[in-house]
């Protein structure tokens, strides 16, 4: 999946935003010290074919336009919180966990209070990604809110002096 971030320099956080044009592979959630062979593989691919395609860039090869779908940005959403001491006072619900790129509705459940009540979700409709990731933890954000876009990618070529 493609995700558009656009973010302020002053809000990046992750090292392609010092670069100019950049991108970066994300292989999703992995428990620290642990190597699974299956995300090393599909790690591995993302990597040979990003490295083959700059090659045949770079080489003078042309590449045809097309369309892609994407998701970008719209907001992030924190814990529900005690005003005081700033502690977690819900979980994220398990209809949304593991449901990342999956349409949240107005109504769809978000978060379950620790005293068992379910927080609703009351916004537009947009697709939640890194829901309940730990590392986001310390962000304060429990999840980000996208819309579904199309990217309209040009045709290009390089021309070589």
Not at 3 to 15: K, N, R, T, V
Not at 70 to 96: C, F, W
């Amino acid at each position: 999946r493609l995700i558009q971030l656009d973010l302020p320099i002053s809000e990046a956080y992750s090292l392609e935003s010092v670069g100019k044009h950049s991108f970066a592979i994300e292989i999703g959630p992995q428990p620290c010290g642990v190597l699974r062979a299956d995300i090393f593989n599909i790690a591995k691919e993302a990597l040979d074919l990003t490295m083959e395609w700059i090659q045949k860039f770079n080489s003078g090869s042309s590449f045809e336009g097309d369309a892609v779908e994407a998701y970008n940005m719209a907001k992030s959403v924190d814990y529900p919180r005690d005003p005081t001491t700033g502690e977690l006072t819900a979980v994220i619900h398990p209809q949304l966990q593991d449901n990342d790129f999956k349409l949240l509705q107005p109504g769809d459940p978000v978060f379950l209070s620790f005293s068992g009540e379910t927080v609703k979700h009351d916004g537009e409709e947009l697709y939640p990604f890194f829901v309940n990731e730990c590392a986001y933890y310390e962000k304060k954000i429990a999840f980000h809110l996208a819309r579904k876009i199309t990217l309209a990618i040009p045709s290009i070529s390089v021309t070589r002096d």
